[in-house]
């Protein structure tokens, strides 16, 4: 049992811990195996929570790249049946069509997460400041956008 005053980490924290540092250094070509073999973890909830982590960063990182759409596909391979990180890799793809101005759709991004919602109103899309400003779902999305319409002198 784990108390307080045990230097002993518990076994999932650990795993945790261990599966964040490799899939920061995981090699492109073995990254679908990786993610697939922390899924498979039996702490969904660790696991998921690892994953997501990899998600956002690679995402980030791949956003404006060619690449993204290969590798989007792939991710979207390994987690299916997980509808967090499905839906987390959704709205990736459309801040990335949002940040580079390719087609969205506004119900889309109102529909949105708060977490997509706000990630964009700090953005400089001015259709989509334009959107969060007036219907983002929480005050803070809408004060956000409407500093940025603010900020590109859009308001």
């Not at 404006?64 to 792939?74: F, G, K, N, T």
């Not at 529909?111 to 001015?126: E, H, I, M, Y």
């Not at 956000?144 to 590109?152: H, M, S, V, Y």
Request: some cysteine.
């Amino acid at each position: 049992m784990h108390t307080e005053d045990s230097p002993e980490e518990p076994a999932e924290h650990a795993r945790f811990g261990r599966y964040l540092v490799e899939l920061e250094q995981v090699a492109d070509g073995d990254e679908v195996e990786l993610v697939g073999r922390v899924l498979a973890d039996p702490d969904q909830v660790m696991a998921q929570a690892a994953v997501v982590r990899h998600l956002d960063r690679r995402a980030a990182e791949l956003c404006p790249e060619a690449v993204w759409r290969e590798w989007a596909r792939a991710m979207a391979r390994v987690v299916a049946g997980r509808p967090f990180l499905v839906r987390r890799l959704q709205e990736w793809s459309l801040f990335r069509s949002v940040v580079l101005r390719l087609p969205w759709h506004r119900g889309d991004l109102l529909a949105a997460s708060d977490w997509l919602q706000l990630r964009t109103a700090a953005g400089s899309n001015p259709e989509a400041l334009a959107a969060l400003a007036g219907h983002g779902r929480t005050k803070r999305i809408r004060s956000t956008a409407r500093a940025g319409l603010t900020r590109l002198n859009l308001a």
